[in-house]
């Protein structure tokens, strides 16, 4: 069974969508993450929940929203989807200092 | 603020040759952790080590050594006998609490190691 989780691998999307990323961990990990990947390669945290309480919002435009359900999932949702959002996401969870990532997501504005 | 540098863009090497990613940190916490990545062309991120900040022994790894100094605020990594396989991007990061639960890395710019035969 995967640890973490994410879906869709790849998405292709016109500028102006809404997506959605979804992203489950089997873990029991309490902290799941979002990062984001740029087109070149630095990667940057973009939010963080302890048991479904947002904990890191770093500076991420409001058009990106985090929802977790439940300490298993964290999903991303952005609204009017511009080109520059295109890059690769990363959804992680950890307990102490032992971080899991998912495979990634790239997503792609045309 | 944390942070991470690895001055290392990209390295060429021939295989069989060794080669050190170096990497260089900054952080005003007394307890931390220290990381290394290797994301393939694959792309997925691969987890290689752990270190946290009160242990400064050095790692061996089959061919993969770290090599952590507190004085100097240094991780590197060395490869042995570098492979083909060895081929990816490298990343350094180091993790902090954060007040509310759960902990941030904070990622290098990864260095683009290329092994050629």
């Known amino acids: 069974d995967t640890a973490v989780s994410q879906t869709p691998k790849y998405l292709v999307t016109q500028m102006g969508n809404d997506k959605s990323i979804k992203c489950e961990q089997n873990l029991g990990h309490d902290t799941m993450y979002w990062y984001k990947q740029d087109s070149k390669k630095f990667l940057k945290i973009m939010f963080s929940y302890n048991n479904k309480e947002l904990i890191i919002n770093e500076t991420v435009p409001n058009r990106f929203s985090p929802k977790s359900p439940d300490k298993a999932h964290l999903n991303l949702h952005i609204n009017s989807l511009e080109l520059g959002d295109s890059a690769v996401y990363f959804c992680?969870?950890?307990?102490?200092?032992?971080?899991?990532f998912g495979s990634g997501t790239r997503l792609t504005v045309v | 603020a944390q942070k991470v540098t690895q001055a290392q863009t990209e390295i060429s090497v021939v295989e069989k040759e060794d080669v050190t990613l170096d990497c260089v940190y900054e952080t005003r916490d007394t307890t931390y952790y220290l990381f290394w990545y290797k994301q393939p062309p694959s792309g997925e991120l691969v987890f290689l080590i752990r270190?946290?900040?009160?242990?400064?022994q050095n790692e061996i790894s089959g061919r993969y050594s770290w090599n952590f100094q507190k004085s100097t605020s240094s991780f590197n990594f060395t490869i042995t006998a570098s492979q083909v396989v060895d081929s990816a991007v490298y990343f350094c990061a180091l993790s902090e609490a954060i007040t509310g639960g759960g902990n941030k890395l904070t990622f290098g710019t990864g260095t683009q190691l290329k092994v050629e035969l």
């Open positions: 270190r946290n900040s009160f242990d400064e």
């Open positions: 992680a969870s950890s307990h102490n200092y032992g971080y899991t």
